[in-house]
């Protein structure tokens, strides 16, 4: 409910977004400079591997001191921020950038403090703290920055399991911990990734395709909703209360986990009292758009302008052609590109 009323007012959404980003970049300074760094383990992706380049480059004369964790951690994410931009849109790399920003400018001034001095309870606490400030952005429509924007435009442009590409980039982070320290600081850098991973898995959800289930009784609005806000086809099904045996339609939509904020949003300014479910889905065949498919999607579905009749009839769409048609043309194009 809170969440609700916070959206449906655009200043008190921009202040609670703006927490969240400050939020998440405060949490990863602190894991990093209170925990992980002063246990010498390794964090995951591009903060993990400013970690290691700083290793190296603190010794450099002239330049070392300017090559903190934070300023390489910002240099890092600078052609990444770039590539978010052209690839996954303004507000979610607007967002992503604050993030950056603060989280590069806290590890700076966070100074470096053992809180303690067992590398288990620095590597737990280290990915849990960090883990926090991830799972919020990803939970709220943006990001940290990193691999986790490489990563999910890979998927994109090549449908390759993002999971995987994830996996083998830490493993590389894993391999040199263990040749610049310890092989048990690689088994700490390991329990740390692990930690972070689940504990954005509980805040939100890790990479992978969902199935969202809505249930509402306004299936024109709501349906005209997601459309507008994602490029996903929505299957209708008839449902009928348990309890009072009502009539009502259940939509099911397959969708990946960064589009899950919005068509929460989009049915909820629609249809207040609409259930929506989000189950994991283990394998998904058939018509899932990739990024560069949806646009081509955009391109021949008006979707800035009602999609559904407003007759009686709803079995009437106002589209050029069916959506499996749809479909194997924009596949056909890519096949020729």
Known sequence: MIIEYIQQRPWLNFLFELTVAL???LCIGIGLKL??????????????????????AVNIPGIGPYMTVGNIYFLFNIPIIILSWVKLGKQFTIWTLIVVFVSSLA????????ISSNPLLNAIMG?????????????YGMSCGGLDIITLVISRATDMNVAFI?????????????????WEFALYTLMSIYALAKTIDAIHTNE?????????????EVVNAIYK???????????????????????????NRYEMFPLEQAVRQTDPKAFINFIRSNKVVGHFFSRDQQKAMRKQVQVDTPLVDESEDF??????MEFDQLYDRIEHEDDEM
Not at 166 to 182: E, K, M, Q, R, V
């Open 315 to 320: 079995s009437l769409f106002n589209m050029p």
């Open 208 to 220: 992978q395709r969902l199935t969202a289930l809505v249930v509402t009784n306004n299936t024109d």
């Open 107 to 114: 590890t700076n001034k966070i100074p470096l403090t053992v």
């Open 127 to 139: 990915g849990v703290i960090c883990g926090i400030g991830s799972g919020i952005t990803i939970k």
């Open 166 to 182: 994830g996996f083998a980039i830490n493993s590389l982070i894993i391999l040199a911990s263990g040749l610049l320290y310890d």
């Open 23 to 25: 939020t998440a970049a």
């Open 229 to 255: 806000s994602i490029v996903r086809g929505v299957t209708i099904l008839e449902g009928q209360g348990g309890y009072s045996r009502d009539k009502r339609d259940v939509l099911m939509v397959v969708l």
């Open 35 to 56: 925990f992980l760094m002063p246990g010498n383990i390794f964090s995951s992706g591009t903060s993990g591997l400013a970690q290691i380049l700083n290793y190296f």
